[in-house]
């Protein structure tokens, strides 16, 4: 069944490819991702929970010519193919109706299975060369489908970062592998595991690999192409590159540093806390500030994979320390996280395309009012909302809570630095979650209540069926994952085993449905009960409400200060929303300006207010590296306007060198 779903999206791709000037293409190829989607999660679910010496594992004959390709599909490789075609399933789905409402559905339609092809083999592949290919399959897909609106400038730009991102996060990968792989060269991933490096080239081999997979996972200050390059794709493309791409960057990042490795040191562990830290706190400070829906969503990914990776680094701090329990509290507590961005940030991107295909808009200051006009989307997008700001008892919040719990036992570690640094870490997360409910809270409210703020926004209809099932499966998940977590983190605990040596101790003295994975007597939740209990109150007050009060339904104008208020741009903008923030955090962080201008006495013109940012990630890093490629480049230039002699020269010189370094090595 594996083979077969890879090598029917690679048939998809083709025929999206020959037949792509039919109108009726994009709705089957997207119907055929599905099909091949739900195949593949099918095959994930069937291997997840195997005994560790009973992984599913090929060698088929393709490749370089002295090599072959190698597939394994382990416990953890199973759990990510689960997390990337239950999104892919849901996006493929969207994709039938929505992908018809795009500029230049022909751009999209031939890349789209190609995308999953590639995450799916990343996952499986067992050496080097097999990810690398197929790392580079899905790199060159999403790039493609970035640029499939090409007509856009900002299209455009997003690419070629994102491009030049894709090619330093390869070239880190590729030389971790060739650390790890040492003067032997075998690539395969057991000869990896088999072979011991020195304290240099392990250090250099975790070094690499948090380049190569951070950078597409988005960890600051790597992020940089993430917030360009995931609002310029179609939204069906950008739920897969912001929930489920992003994650198969952590796969890399846990089956690099947890398997081939193993042996990690917990200064590394403390460097993974302290970078998630500071990636949740400038992401969710990213989106908090923005007016566009899709890259308020694309930075909120970067404060998501920030928890992702204090989760990992704790855990390989645990693991070092010898506290094997509590590294799988740890590492499960990262993996719940992972599933449920996965499942609540697909459901928030595609519906923003749903917004956008009902508007045309995706600014938060022309919506407003559409919870009357698209009653469906508004109410996926609040569950999903809740989700990402971990209110209970929906998903985000049980691996919110499991992580915090995980945080709390850091001072138990032996190393100092831990115990005074774990503590600061849980309060950047802290810091992260607050303002992540304020984000969301900004974001529904000023798209969703209150009354339209242009015609666009007023004439706006629910969006076809396709659409708004898979953005209803996806909230039925995220209260699913929230509902039953003993049962999910059970079903982690054959993923966790061969990483850190036990199994996860899902209640310690209550049983289930309570998770208690330290002690009752450090707390203890359980989302079933709360879902039970929250039922029970809404069905009581709901009849108490119809036997006591009248059954008539009345509608009224929301209050405002005591009188109705016919302007809508009277109402709370996104940008006022977020004024307070702007002025505490912004104001050092990134240097946010206001500038008032009010017209003379008598002057009938407006009154203008501006603000200004600046990104000092973009400009004290990447503007910098710009500048001095610039300057490079300028230098070098001249060297194509030189004489055949200098030409010549060159030449001579360049072999003396080599000739020299060769009898150097050989004394």
């Not at 991102?165 to 395969?188: E, H, I, K, N, R």
């Not at 969006?463 to 049962?487: F, K, R």
């Not at 709370?572 to 017209?599: C, D, W």
């Amino acid at each position: 069944m594996l083979i077969g779903a890879l090598g029917t999206l690679l048939v998809l791709a083709f025929l999206g490819a020959v037949l792509g000037r039919d109108k009726r293409t994009p709705a089957l190829v997207h119907a055929g991702c599905l099909v091949a989607s739900l195949a593949l999660l099918a095959s994930g679910l069937g291997h997840l929970g195997q005994p560790t010496d009973a992984a599913t594992t090929m060698v088929l004959p393709i490749g370089l010519p002295w090599t072959q390709a190698h597939v394994r599909v382990d416990n953890l490789a199973a759990l990510f193919m689960v997390i990337v075609n239950l999104s892919a399933a849901a996006a493929s789905g969207f994709g039938i109706a929505y992908a018809g409402h795009l500029p230049e559905p022909r751009r999209v339609t031939p890349f789209f299975p190609l995308f999953l092809f590639g995450m799916n083999a990343v996952l499986i592949a067992d050496d080097a060369f097999t990810f690398l290919v197929s790392w580079e399959f899905m790199s060159l897909a999403s790039w493609a489908l970035v640029l499939s609106d090409h007509t856009r400038a900002e299209s455009r730009r997003a690419a070629l970062v994102y491009l030049t991102m894709a090619a330093f996060g390869t070239f880190s990968l590729l030389t971790c592998f060739g650390v790890m792989a040492g003067p032997g060269g075998d690539y395969t991933f057991a000869a990896m595991r088999a072979h011991s490096l020195g304290p240099v080239a392990g250090s250099l081999a975790v070094l690499l690999a948090l380049l190569g997979a951070g950078s597409k996972a988005g960890l600051v200050p790597l992020h940089a192409w993430l917030p360009l390059a995931h609002p310029a794709a179609p939204s069906h493309v950008s739920a897969l590159m912001s929930g489920v791409m992003t994650k198969v960057a952590l796969y890399a990042l846990i089956r690099i540093l947890m398997d081939l490795r193993g042996d990690v040191g917990w200064e590394w562990g403390a460097v993974m806390m302290v970078v998630g830290g500071i990636t949740a706190v400038l992401g969710v400070l990213y989106a908090v500030l923005q007016d566009d829906i899709k890259t308020l969503l694309a930075y909120s990914t970067v404060e998501n994979v920030g928890v992702v990776v204090i989760g990992l680094g704790l855990a390989i701090a645990f693991k070092a320390d010898g506290k094997t329990t509590l590294a799988a509290l740890a590492l499960v507590a990262g993996l719940y996280h992972a599933i449920n961005h996965s499942v609540f940030k697909s459901l928030l991107f595609l519906g923003s395309g749903a917004v956008m295909t009902a508007t045309g808009q995706r600014s938060l200051g022309v919506l407003g009012g559409l919870l009357n006009r698209m009653p469906w989307t508004g109410a996926v997008m609040l569950v999903g909302s809740a989700a990402i700001s971990a209110l209970p008892p929906l998903n985000g919040f049980v691996s919110e809570w499991l992580i915090f719990r995980a945080l709390f036992k850091g001072p138990t570690l032996s190393h100092w630095a831990m115990k005074f640094g774990v503590p600061v870490v849980g309060a950047l997360l802290a810091l992260a979650a607050a303002l992540a409910a304020a984000g969301f809270v900004r974001a529904f409210g000023v798209a969703f209540l209150g009354r339209p703020r242009s015609a666009e926004a007023a004439a706006a209809r629910e969006v076809p069926a396709p659409m708004t099932a898979a953005m209803a499966v996806l909230a039925v998940l995220c209260v699913v994952l929230g509902a039953i977590p003993v049962t999910v983190t059970k079903a982690l605990d054959g993923v966790i085993e061969p990483l850190t040596g036990v199994r996860f101790s899902v209640s310690a003295n209550l049983g289930w449905p309570w998770l208690s994975p330290v002690s009752s007597d450090w707390g203890s939740y359980s989302g079933t009960v709360l879902v039970l209990v929250g039922l029970s109150l809404f069905t009581f007050t709901i009849a108490l409400v119809h036997r006591l009060g009248t059954r008539a339904l009345r509608r009224a104008d929301a209050w405002d200060c005591g009188h109705r208020e016919s302007l809508p741009d009277a109402q709370y903008s996104g940008q006022s929303f977020a004024q307070p923030l702007r002025r505490v955090f912004a104001a050092t962080i990134f240097r946010a300006r206001e500038r008032v201008q009010m017209p003379e006495p008598g002057d009938c013109g407006p009154a203008t207010h501006e603000v200004s940012l600046v990104d000092p990630v973009w400009q004290g890093l990447y503007a910098s590296i710009g500048r001095l490629v610039d300057y490079i480049a300028d230098r070098v230039n001249h060297l194509q306007f030189l004489t055949v002699r200098r030409y010549l020269l060159m030449m001579f010189g360049t072999l003396v060198f080599l000739l020299l370094v060769v009898a150097i090595r050989q004394q």
